[in-house]
């Protein structure tokens, strides 16, 4: 038999490869035919397999194994109910397959497979091949060609995007709905780990089976109990984009309409008011936060462990300072904590240090990683910005240093070095990259500081730090809130320079935050205690969701949002909003208090402190693969989320007994009566959001009414003597009135 000869890009293929490729070039049995805009859908019976075949006529196309089957087997049609274009049922030993296919195309055309097993008997799967296969014209997976740009990362949302090139079939994003897989995963005692993605030309999803040994697992799939296998989402583009930008902004396009056709978890309302004023009371009195030295009080990163740091100090200032604002009045812990922040400057080197001068010898005073140095300068912009008068002089005969460091690292910064050579302690992280996405938060700093100064020489670096990360796609994440930042500068670049490709650079930046985000909600093991929906893994390999870099990235987003206008991108504005949205319902079960006692982890993370339940300081670590919580410590650092979320979802209204609560942002509130309000939202056109009257204390909720610009009265969905909640429209201008 002759050898095959592979092309070029082609590393190795596997029998189900070849099983397809023979498929495609002999016979199978034709079930159905379904047509979605220029696509045209073939369902088929091969051997062992159930296939739909995706194609554009002349342009190649796609083949998504919609069941795999050992042994023999039978299908029948039936009837389609309301939304689904085909329904088919496929009996063989292991039990019957339900095959559900959905269409849709309004503005791009989508195709959605679900797939579900009724067991015949409990079983259990060892494997099964990967469903996602590119065709060329003739139905030859072995000869298209095209480009992998992102796959799905550890347990982040399950997300393929790739192009074909040749034939120029186009962009396509394949999304697995990992929701839907809850069952399947509690019942196999498997997770979703890096289960989409594949190599060219066998992509797509790999069912996570258990792993085999000589004794292999034995948990299996109930009998007679209907489980979901797949529910898999392809939304398709014929146009391969341009650049990487346009590819960011098409990536955020298709996994919009992704997100539309998921069932979405509900949200809650959350007292982050309560919660940030139980936080000041542990901020204040808990021996566990706070240490003197020097005369002054700093904070501990962990409890009761680990010493003061810069970027903690700064953290927790610029949150309490912007609860003051929001009350009206500074807290006095606000001073507390600023009076000490000189002590962290270094006037020989002319900037920040990360540590004390009077640090233990067990940490390397001279050590920094490289976002450290900049984070703290972003929070003394912040109060800058403010008329802080001394975070302005503390930012500013800081900055060169700053400045000094990028221009040393060429803007594309190592993960750690010395700050007094600039030597590299350690260069990259595993996959090779080093801290790529510094230079997003170094530009916002830089922009910060052209506004308080107008030097044209910050505008400058802000481009130069924004310009050297051109290039790296999806690879720009290395730290989700840095990311968040890097978008928000790139918004800000675009306002002050009316240079598009700053807006488009921003989408790159937006997507690959979006890559690492858990777009699925887990039920798996103790994670069905928390929330993980739209949660971003806080490090490009971390394994866990982090309180920190959850609400640093609301605040950028809230920027981002600031700086924007028509012109963005409307799947961009949703998927921001959405984020937003969930992350003031999930940062909930951060609190150790929110959770049950066998959730917490019963150690921590060496040097990194104890759990104490009742401190109203957050965990660092929640985990979609529901480990238990806690396992690196409970950060008094995060203890700053309290204030971010209850200063922009919580809204005064003067005079009325109530204060107003959303889950969206508020972009404008009117007082257009006595008893009258006007508010534009600014989430998704077709999202949702949760309105609350709260009512303040010693008062009295009175009748309310919520109706749309339009004129349509919007029902209260629950009502009680202290909170009246309605589900409004996420996006556009609603009237509220009291009496």
Partial sequence: MATLALDSNIRSISPYVLGLRQVSQGSSELITKIAVGELEIEVRASGDSVWAFIRRTGQGGLALRA????GDFTWSKVDAEAGEAARLTVSSAQGEHLIVFRTGGEALEHFRMTVRLTPAAPITIPFMPRDLYPLDADGDPLCARGTVEATQRGLNGGVLYFRIDE?????????????????????????????????????GYLLPTPDQSGTPPT???????????????????????????????????????????????????????????????????????TIEH???????????????????????????????????????LDAEFKAGLDKFYDPKLKSLRRYLPNVGKDKDADAVDSW??????????????????????????????????????????????KITDFSVITDVAADGRGQTDVGGIYAWVMLQAFELTDEKRFLDEARAAIDAAMGLRFNVNYQANLTAWGAAACMRLWRITNEQVYLEQSYVYLGSFFHNC???????????????????????????????????????????LDDSGPDLEPAARMLIAEYCK?????????????LPPEVLSPKQREANGHIDRKLSFPLEDLYADGQQAGQ??????????????ATRAFHHVEGAPFRLYCDQFVRSMERTGDKSLTLTLDGGETCSAGLSLVRLKRRKLCQTRVTTIGGDVLRPRDTSADRIEYRVPANGRLVLNWT
């Fill in 67 to 70: 069941a795999y089957l050992a």
């Fill in 167 to 203: 034939p120029a079939f186009g962009n396509v994003l394949y999304f697995q709905n990992l929701t839907a897989m809850n069952d399947y995963c509690r019942a196999t005692k498997t997770t979703p780990d890096g289960a989409v993605g594949g190599e060219w030309p066998e992509l």
């Fill in 219 to 289: 948990d299996a799939l109930p009998a007679g109990k209907e489980v979901t296998l797949s529910d898999a989402i392809l939304v398709f583009r014929h146009e391969a984009p341009p650049h990487e930008r346009e590819s960011a902004r098409q990536f955020l396009q298709m996994l919009g309409v992704a997100y539309k056709m998921i069932d979405l978890p509900h949200t809650h309302y959350r007292d982050w008011v309560d919660r940030a004023e139980r936080t000041l009371r542990d901020l204040d009195k808990a021996p566990e936060a």
């Fill in 294 to 332: 020097y005369g002054h009080r700093y904070i501990h990163p962990y409890t009761a462990a680990e010493y003061p740091d810069i970027m903690v100090q700064m953290s927790i200032v610029a949150a309490v300072h912007s609860w003051g604002k929001w009350r009206g009045e500074p807290h006095p």
């Fill in 372 to 417: 450290y140095l900049y984070h703290p300068m972003l929070n003394l912009g912040i109060l800058a910005l403010d008329g802080d008068k001394d975070a302005r002089k503390l930012l500013l005969k800081s900055i060169d240093f700053g400045i000094k460091a990028a221009h040393h690292f060429n803007y594309e910064w190592p993960i750690q070095y």
């Fill in 518 to 560: 858990e777009i699925w909600e887990s039920e798996i093991e103790l994670a069905v205690h928390y929330r993980n929906f739209l949660g971003v893994t806080c490090l490009q390999d971390a394994p866990y969701m982090a309180i920190y870099e959850c609400f640093d990235s609301f605040v950028a987003f809230e920027r981002y």
């Fill in 582 to 594: 969930y992350a003031l319902d999930r940062a909930w079960y951060y609190y150790p208090d929110a």
């Fill in 632 to 645: 690196v410590g409970q950060e008094v650092y995060g203890a700053g989320a309290a204030f971010i979320f």
